[in-house]
Nanobody, 124 residues
């Protein structure tokens, strides 16, 4: 069993940066794929980013490519999402996810394990 706890959300202005963190417990974060989804009010859930078990491969949604970076800190059993050049349309609840299979996250947009979510609000 894997538990995921997100932190780092908040209110920022357009153009600023935030770094989200997701601390995993129950298993080493290096043993599974992890990722981030987001959902804004009235909108469908959107894939944001994913990273494979080793951290050697990363994947991004089209709307965040070039602005967001996902990376792992195995020593702290944590996955981070560095978000730069934030836009008002990035406003959403961001969820950390984990799964044995990377394509479950990137293709089917599902995952076995989910965090509780953290709110990111970007003002214009």
């Amino acid at each position: 069993q894997v538990q995921l706890v997100e932190s780092g959300g908040g209110l920022v202005q357009a153009g600023e940066s935030l770094k989200l963190s997701c601390v995993a417990s129950g298993r080493p974060v290096s043993s599974f794929a992890t990722g981030w989804f987001r959902q804004a009010p009235g909108k469908e859930r959107e894939f944001v980013a994913a990273i494979n078990w080793s951290g050697g491969s990363t994947y991004y949604g089209d709307s965040v490519k070039g602005r967001f970076t996902i990376f792992k800190d195995n020593a702290k059993n944590t996955v981070h999402l560095q978000m730069n050049s934030l836009k008002p349309e990035d406003t959403a609840v961001y969820y950390c996810v984990a799964d044995e299979v990377l394509t479950t996250i990137t293709v089917t947009q599902r995952a076995d394990y989910w965090g509780q979510g953290t709110q990111v609000t970007v003002s214009s």
